[in-house]
């Protein structure tokens, strides 16, 4: 598991100081002058230097994987490929067992199968859980909550053994089912919903709406922002997951990311091919990012909004 | 979160002292007058089928195969008591010295890691705190490794840092005075590698975090050590750092637990190497599933260690906790 | 696949409920970890066979051996095993021993046309234990000697002569060892910090423990005790160290080489031209065929004092245990083991780089063209253990070892500690055995 995971999550639920945050900075911004100044100069090298040190290896990715497997290791080095090819891209692609597509497609599919199914059920989860009275609410609301205390490694042996009794290794079940009941999407959804005023509902109910419809038409229209920042969350989280389908699925019914590692056992030493499949890989989380990258921002003001 | 088990609940965000958790009062409420009084259970029972399925029974089931000699194979699976368990517990055997011997790995890249994190995301977000051409842009560029997986990190900073043809090395080549070094494969300086990475693949979240509260702290504060006279590092000292505060705890929190599960970096970058010095725990305890079948093993091990990691995330919890108590962080 | 195979078996089911004969054509599958340059080979083989056999169609599945050995037992578990594998001499044992492999009895043998005395004997006994046959030699490799002809050409060293024992390759190994100022070892002001080229880099972890083991193998060590001996690890002793201590001095001690190599490093070091020797598997040949590189191909040279000897491995068709047999799909599946081992067919896979599985196919004209022929004698002195269940175990502490010896550690004390984790590590192997 990756170093980055609960912080990644994390941030979904930045709420109070998240939220302020947009406006804060908004209004900040707005108030002070926006022309530079001459003593903002030694802090602009500094990022400008990071900002060339951060993007340094996603550089190298792409100008090593135009370079013919020679130039790679050339010296002197080739800070520019020499005669830049889509040699390694086609190498690849056309490889009879790097089914890139159908890798692309397993995590696509199954990515976008466990983010639906998570709002979906965390939507579903949540409605009573914050809107509706009944014996054992809480009581069950705190049993969510306290399976996010159990370190997930517990559940790697007990759920591989389980695949393999209902026949789901190598199937793209194993990579969307086990992680669906996870308490994260319920917490947050929980969040948002108490957050919807409840006249609204009250309106409806005496309009003799049932609590389907009310979910449905009066309460979803609210939660739309907030489902797709789950949902994309979620998608992210599933297409990066590195342990789990590591072991639970392999061959052609392995995801992108991992597919590209066992993928790098064949081309370890070509490293033109192996930058070219490494591009591959990231190029679909990329365009996600570029074009849902106010939905991070939004959906962190969302999430603050709510009780201010 | 994402799909499955080793993920699931264990990094399940925690919700950060900020978010309010307190439960809906209940006079407000809407007392049900219509409708099936099962209504609200049927909502549930999808999710708490799953929950059973996939979260409460395999608990018990790990600590059922964990007290067994578990063969896949066979269908009979001989009772064993806790003998996976004191193997744990007994120098000598090869499940102790790995499983130490690992967990020391693991510890230390923790211990390293945690801090960095920590530094370099409060340093960043300093220096985007206040206006400066390009902010945004500065940000995204920041923030961007953080969405790439864990392999593509892996296999580019393996890459970077190739014993002689990677980029550093061949930096390293050119400036006088230094030569290149062969991270990969040296005790030690492997963990380099993996350290850089981790810090340009994660700094980013916790970038994030500490923007969001630096912005939220009321400029009064600054205005009033101003006028007592507070310089530059006494504002960051005596306001700026304790207001910080929750979010340093909650970041250092979640660094913690996400650095102990390490299992992608060394595995893609090392495979563990050299002689196991950056085998984590994660990576022994699938060796030991996954590899060599010993799943009973495994399964003690991942619950004692897991029991181990409870430590943190129960104080993780406990903070959630507290925010709920107060209804408001 | 998986889906398919399901599939298949409810056809399979659906028919035989319905009383009637399948005449439709059987369905197989097979896995092999045949991922690199021999994998069209593989699968043109696998075509030849369908073309061949139009009541048998079988889909091959390349998947990278350590995957394959991942998945074998789960499978084998779940009833979804493929029905035909290929597997390793190093795990082999290891999985019949554990019950994932079926036993093939005289009678199916003979029924696919397979005899034991066709092939190499050693080959043939790592498929066999307690006198059953489970597994039946499909591939064969070895470790061999690469060396680059123009730096042996520039070092003054007849390019057709390669080094073949220890006084040839240490002298041999001083003259292709030049620094930046054109000294060599032992010259004045050697500067071991700026090869220019140099010999061969030992490198760490699984090729060195691989070239280790054959140099220790030619010290005559055996590695590990036999069955009776609950196969406790003897590799601890004076030949063995003798062996280590040899190959950490070639970097540490003479300088022919880097002391920091890795498998990759190697290879892109003799790809480049800095790199005069390389020692790994036959399988490399076509990669340094299409560098473009004047090199030749020897047999691994007798660095060690007792015997020639080399690492050896191969690969062997099993029938994994299926948990519905079908006895329609079992004989299609010893048909396709049978036809893929016959010499015509081992002949047309010698072609991706393997090595005859036998003596029919190596000493055949057609094979003399093959540029692995000229190590026919080497096939001789292959050393693999076989028969061996707990092989990972000890390829892993004994890789451990060499490693840590590489790393500074001494070879005794890096030899008496892979000992004790090898023999925790089987004793450990012993208990999962049902």
Redesign the interface.
């Known amino acids: 598991?990756?170093?980055?995971?609960?912080?990644?999550?994390?941030?979904?639920?930045?709420?109070?100081?998240?939220a302020?945050?947009a406006a804060?900075?908004r209004t900040?911004?707005e108030r002070?002058e926006?022309r530079?100044r001459w003593r903002?100069a030694p802090?602009?090298v500094?990022?400008s230097v990071?900002?060339v040190l951060?993007?340094?290896?996603?550089y190298?990715?792409v100008t090593?994987s135009l370079k013919s497997e020679?130039d790679?290791?050339a010296r002197p080095?080739q800070w520019w490929p020499a005669e830049p090819t889509l040699e390694n891209y086609r190498t690849i692609l056309e490889s009879?067992?790097a089914p890139f597509a159908r890798w692309t497609f397993n995590s696509l599919f199954?990515s976008l199968a466990?983010a639906l199914g998570?709002v979906a059920?965390a939507v579903?989860?949540a409605?009573?859980?914050?809107?509706?009275?009944?014996r054992g609410?809480?009581f069950?609301?705190w049993v969510?909550?306290?399976?996010?205390?159990?370190?997930?490694?517990?559940?790697?042996?007990?759920?591989?053994?389980?695949m393999?009794?209902f026949?789901w290794?190598?199937?793209y079940h194993?990579?969307?089912?086990?992680?669906?009941?996870?308490?994260?999407?319920?917490?947050l959804m929980r969040?948002f919903f108490?957050s919807i005023p409840?006249e609204l509902?009250?309106a409806a109910?005496l309009d003799g709406a049932?609590?389907m419809q009310v979910l449905w038409y009066v309460l979803l229209p609210f939660l739309v922002a907030p489902m797709a920042t789950l949902g994309l969350?979620?998608f992210?989280?599933?297409?990066?997951?590195?342990?789990?389908?590591l072991?639970?699925v392999?061959?052609?019914?392995q995801t992108l990311?991992?597919a590209?590692?066992?993928f790098?056992?064949?081309y370890?030493?070509a490293?033109g091919k192996?930058?070219a499949g490494?591009a591959i890989?990231?190029v679909p989380?990329?365009v996600?990012?570029l074009f849902a990258?106010r939905y991070f921002i939004r959906g962190?003001s969302l999430t603050g909004l709510?009780?201010e | 979160m994402s799909g499955p088990s080793t993920d699931s609940a264990a990094v399940a965000p925690a919700p950060r002292p900020g978010v309010t958790l307190r439960p809906a009062r209940r006079g407000g409420l809407r007392p049900r007058v219509d409708g099936n009084p099962l209504e609200p259970y049927l909502y549930l029972l999808p999710h708490a089928v799953l929950f059973f399925v996939f979260i409460v029974y395999p608990v018990g089931f790990a600590i059922y195969v964990s007290l067994h000699r578990w063969n896949i194979l066979s269908d009979n699976q001989p009772f064993v008591g806790a003998e996976f368990y004191t193997r744990l517990l007994t120098p000598g055997t090869p499940q102790f010295t790995f499983f130490w011997k690992t967990m020391g790995n693991t510890a230390l890249f923790t211990v390293i890691t945690t801090p960095l994190l920590i530094v370099c995301a409060l340093g960043l977000a300093l220096l985007l705190h206040k206006p400066i051409p390009g902010r945004s842009f500065f940000r995204a560029v920041f923030f961007l490794p953080t969405i790439l997986s864990v392999s593509v990190m892996g296999l580019l900073w393996k890459w970077m840092f190739e014993n002689r043809t990677g980029l550093v090395n061949v930096v390293l080549d050119m400036i006088p005075f230094t030569e290149p070094v062969a991270f990969l494969t040296t005790i030690g300086l492997a963990w380099i590698p993996i350290i850089v990475g981790t810090v340009w693949w994660t700094v980013g979240f916790n970038m994030i975090l500490y923007s969001a509260a630096l912005a939220a702290i009321p400029q009064a504060y600054y205005e009033a050590a101003a006028i007592d006279g507070a310089g530059a590092w006494a504002k960051f000292r005596y306001v700026t750092w304790p207001q910080l505060n929750p979010v340093t705890l909650f970041a250092a929190v979640t660094t913690t637990i996400a650095s102990f599960q390490l299992f992608g970096q060394p595995h893609v970058m090392t495979a563990g190497g050299p002689l196991r010095t950056t085998q984590s725990v994660m990576m022994f305890v699938t060796e030991e599933a996954f590899t060599r079948f010993q799943f009973s093993s495994a399964a003690a091990m991942s619950l004692l260690f897991g029991v181990l990691l409870l430590v943190v995330t129960g104080f993780q919890f406990r903070l959630t906790l507290r925010d709920l108590g107060r209804g408001r962080a | 696949m998986r889906r398919l195979l399901t599939f298949k078996t409810l056809l399979v089911g659906m028919a035989l409920a319905l009383g009637g004969a399948a005449l439709a054509q059987v369905q197989i599958t097979y896995w092999h970890g045949f991922t690199g340059p021999d994998l069209p080979v593989m699968e043109g083989l696998v075509a030849e066979f369908n073309a061949t056999h139009p009541d048998i169609v079988v889909t091959a599945e390349p998947i990278p051996w350590g995957n394959l050995f991942q998945q074998l037992e789960p499978a084998v578990a779940a009833g979804q095993a493929p029905d035909v594998v290929a597997l390793n001499e190093d795990v082999i044992t290891g999985f019949i021993l554990r019950g994932a492999v079926a036993e093939m009895t005289p009678d199916m043998l003979a029924a696919a046309d397979v005899q034991a005395d066709r092939f190499f004997p050693s080959l043939w006994e790592t498929g066999v234990v307690d006198g059953k046959v489970y597994g039946v030699p499909v591939h064969s490799v070895m470790l061999v000697m690469y060396y680059n002809k123009d730096l042996f050409e520039a070092a003054g060293l007849d390019p057709e002569d390669p080094p073949s024992n220890r006084e040839e390759f240490l002298a041999a190994a001083e003259a292709l060892t030049v620094d930046a100022n054109g000294n060599h070892p032992g010259d004045e002001g050697f500067d071991p910090s700026s090869l220019q080229t140099y010999a061969v880099g030992i490198p760490t972890p699984w090729m060195g423990g691989t070239i280790a083991y054959a140099v220790a193998a030619q010290n005559g060590v055996t590695f590990v005790g036999s069955a009776d001996e609950s196969y406790a690890p003897n590799f601890d002793s004076e030949a063995a160290q003798e062996a280590v201590q040899f190959l950490v001095d070639i970097g540490a001690e003479h300088h022919f080489g880097p002391t920091d190599a890795t498998e990759g490093s190697e290879i892109d070091a003799f790809r480049q031209g800095a790199a005069a020797m390389n020692f790994n598997g036959v399988w490399m040949l076509s990669q340094y065929r299409d560098a473009g590189l004047n090199f030749g191909v020897a047999a691994f040279p007798q660095l060690g004092t007792e015997r020639p000897a080399t690492w050896g491995g191969s690969s062997h068709l099993v029938l994994p245990v299926q948990r519905n047999g079908d006895p329609a799909e079992m004989e299609a599946a010893m048909t396709f083991i049978g036809w893929m081992t016959q010499p015509e067919q081992n002949l047309e896979w010698t072609s991706a780089g393997g090595l005859p599985t036998q003596p029919e196919v190596a000493t055949s004209p057609e094979y003399a063209e093959n540029p692995m022929s000229a190590l026919a004698e080497a096939m001789s002195n292959t050393y693999v253990l076989t028969g061996f269940p707990f092989l990972a175990q000890f390829r892993g502490a004994w890789d451990a070892a060499f490693e840590a010896a590489l790393h500074g550690t001494a070879a005794d004390q890096a030899l008496t500690q892979g000992v004790g984790e090898a023999s925790a590590a089987i004793q450990e192997g012993l208990l999962s055995l049902p």
């Open positions: 598991m990756s170093a980055r995971a609960p912080t990644y999550r994390s941030t979904t639920v930045a709420s109070g100081p998240a302020r945050t804060a900075v900040r911004v002070r926006n530079p903002d802090r602009f500094l990022l990071l900002a951060f993007l340094a290896p996603i190298w990715m090593t020679a790679t290791v080095v009879p067992n199954t466990f998570s059920l579903m989860t409605y009573p859980l914050s809107r509706m009275r009944f609410r809480n069950w609301f969510i909550l306290a399976s996010m205390m159990i370190p997930g490694i517990i559940f790697l042996i007990p759920h591989y053994l389980m393999i009794d026949g290794v190598d199937t194993a990579l969307i089912w086990p992680g669906l009941p996870a308490a994260f999407g319920v917490f969040q108490i409840r509902e009250e109910r049932n609590s969350f979620q992210m989280a599933s297409w990066n997951n590195y342990v789990w389908p072991f639970v392999h061959g052609e019914m990311p991992v590209i590692t066992t790098s056992s064949r370890w030493t490293y192996l930058m490494t890989a990231s989380v990329l996600a990012f990258q962190m709510k009780d």
